[in-house]
Nanobody, 121 residues
Framework: QVQLVESGGGLVQAGDSLRLSCAASGRTFSRSIMAWFRQAPGKERELVAFIGSGARIYYADSVKGRFTISRDNAKDTVYLQMNSLKPEDTAVYYC???????????????WGQGTQVTVSS
């Protein structure tokens, strides 16, 4: 079993930055692909970014150049640095983990409880 706990959300203004953290428990963290998803009100959950155990990193086009995903295997923690935030980034952000090679809502094995990010204009 893997438990994921997110933190770092909050209310900020457009152009501000936030860093989300996701602390994982479990012995398989270093081998898992870790991902951040988000879900805005009335919309489907969408993939924001993921990071593999090696150099494999992906960003959604909507956040490319503004968000940075990273991981610290020694601390079993994954981060999402969000810069130049926009009102359309407002959503509940979820951390997720999987051993699968295809990353989607359906293939993630474990989910955190989510953290709210609200960006005011």
């Amino acid at each position: 079993q893997v438990q994921l706990v997110e933190s770092g959300g909050g209310l900020v203004q457009a152009g501000d930055s936030l860093r989300l953290s996701c602390a994982a428990s479990g012995r398989t963290f270093s081998r898992s692909i870790m991902a951040w998803f988000r879900q805005a009100p009335g919309k489907e959950r969408e993939l924001v970014a993921f990071i593999g155990s090696g150099a494999r990193i992906y960003y959604a086009d909507s956040v490319k150049g503004r968000f940075t995903i990273s991981r610290d295997n020694a601390k079993d923690t994954v981060y999402l640095q969000m810069n130049s935030l926009k009102p359309e980034d407002t959503a509940v952000y979820y951390c997720a983990a999987t051993g699968a090679s295809v990353i989607s809502v359906e293939t993630m094995n474990y989910w955190g409880q989510g953290t709210q990010v609200t960006v005011s204009s």
